[in-house]
């Protein structure tokens, strides 16, 4: 296992190899003049064989570094082909996770909001449930006594503008109560 310097300066050897490659490379067979210490380092330093870069929209997102088979045979144009298949479906898998992991965080916001806003309404529809309960108690404390003085009146002085009059504030009176209910 190398350490943290030797790490990144393998990170910046195979980021020099994927970023020029949209396949596996075979080590072995990686044949170019200017890259051929750095083909011979990675493999006696390293022990890689093989390197496939991680590409998800033409962006790498990572690689994958093979050491030999553990048979000792060399790795063959079919191998190359398998894990550049296998890094393609990862590539696929990656982004999916990412979108899932979006999507759960962007559900987790909008359900907070939906409870932050259903907290407002509740609170709002209190506020307008105990405005109407004060409402009606202040035109049914009046009403009451004009009811009363109407009653009275209605005794002393029977007519039947007096009972209209009556039954208009228990009209009234009703209405109010209908409203509370609502």
């Known amino acids: 296992r190398p350490d943290s310097e030797t790490a990144l300066q393998l990170q910046g050897h195979l980021r020099s190899i994927v970023f020029r490659r949209k ?6 067979r990686w044949a170019t003049e200017s890259q051929g210490n750095l083909r011979d380092s990675l493999r006696k330093e390293y022990g890689l064989e093989l390197i496939a870069p991680i ?7 990572g690689a994958i570094a093979l050491g030999p088979k553990l048979s000792g045979d060399p790795y063959r144009d079919e191998d190359a082909a398998l894990i550049t298949t296998l ?3 990862l590539a696929v898998g990656l982004e999916k996770a990412r979108l899932f992991e979006k999507l ?3 559900s987790g916001t909008l359900e907070e909001r939906v409870r932050e806003r259903t ?3 509740e609170k709002l529809q209190e506020g307008q449930r ?3 309960i004060d ?3 202040r035109l049914q404390t009046p009403l009451t006594i004009i009811k009363s003085e109407v009653e009275l009146m209605g005794k002393q002085h029977p007519s039947e503008q007096m ?4 039954t208009s504030i228990d009209g009234i009176s009703k209405f109010i109560y209908d409203l509370l209910s609502l």
């Open 104 to 106: 759960k965080n962007y």
């Open 119 to 121: 907290a407002e309404l």
């Open 130 to 132: 105990q405005m109407m």
């Open 23 to 28: 396949d596996a490379v075979i080590l072995s």
């Open 87 to 89: 890094v393609n479906q």
């Open 163 to 166: 009972e209209a009059f009556e």
């Open 55 to 61: 590409l998800l929209n033409q962006k790498l997102i």
């Open 135 to 137: 409402i009606s108690h």
